[in-house]
């Protein structure tokens, strides 16, 4: 179901003359939350900043397929970690590393990110972050840092609740575990 | 020492991650100045689709007139190459048909002697020559004492086939006639056959 700010945008782009206005609209409504959730996937600033254009770009492109009866920004959130994992993908593809083993490449993007500002404690949460699988990665980062919802976040990864459950619960887990054994 | 971090401290729960100043003022610029001219990205040049038929239909017949070109009196001197060719081809072809009709030839010829020459040995073989009496190179000559002596080895029908039906009927005559007087001759004779 849309929200009054979406029917909005809707409406909007609907119309030619109003297009324009419908796309700063979207834009300033989505683009900090579309983009701290690619950060969070991709680490460093500019794959972000390229997965955010790609994500509105492709979303621009497809709003007039867009069916109404779900929440847009439902459907801007599963663009924009589809385009993240891409750009993960071909980093991997680039550097000729397998796609399992690019976590060390994200711990090592995160040491020689000039925009990570955490202490140590938070370099080895976020390191702790890193070394879970993609599913975990993507589900702890929705409700840990964002607190969505179970019920939206299995709109946007079309999982059932009591999977998404299950993975935050193994990713906690997981975290705790890296961090007694690396902090002392 | 191990501590123990609590991950949901609030402190934790700090964005750790920055980004570089003004960045989502001037990104939100920069992606719908993008997104619009992404837009606007396929637009052809003024009149583009006018002059680029006059371009390609150019293209298209300097193609056909040049690509296809072929040398000079190609046709004329190609006719009589293809003659030359076909005729070559068409003579090696006969002579390949008479070799093999030749060859056809002998072997039905050679099948034919064949088959002759096994009728006449196989004629050859049965045609027996006659067991003449005193014909020592078969059992004629053999005398009784021989015969009997030789039982063991001589087979029953080579002893049949030796006897002399001639006898052996005038050998029953003479006992039938001379009932009474039986003649010692042909009984003899009889004997001397054996």
Redesign the interface.
Known sequence: MLNDIEKNIISLFKNADTQ?RA??LL??TY??KL??QI??IVIS?DDA?DA??NT??KA??NLNNFNENSSLFTWLYRIATNEALQILRKKAQEKNIRYDDISNYLSNTLKT?P????DE???K??EAILKLPEKQRIVFNMR??EEMSYEEMAKILDTSEGALKASYHHA?KK??EY???Q?? | MKQNIDIYNSEMKNNPFSVPEDYFETSALKLKEKILSNSKNFDTPEDYFETNKLKLFETITSTESHSLSIPENYFETNKSHLIHSITNTSSNKNTKTRIILFAKYVSAAAIIVGIIWSIQLFKQDINHQPILQNDCKTIACLTKQDILSNENVLDEEIIEDNISDELIDSHFQNINSSQSTPDSNSSQKLNETF
């Open positions: 324009n796309l700063s834009i300033d683009q900090k983009y701290w950060r969070r600033h900043d955010l254009q509105f770009i621009w492109q990110d925009y990570f500002k955490g404690i938070q370099k949460f976020q840990y840092y906690v975290i705790e961090l007694l054994n902090i002392e």
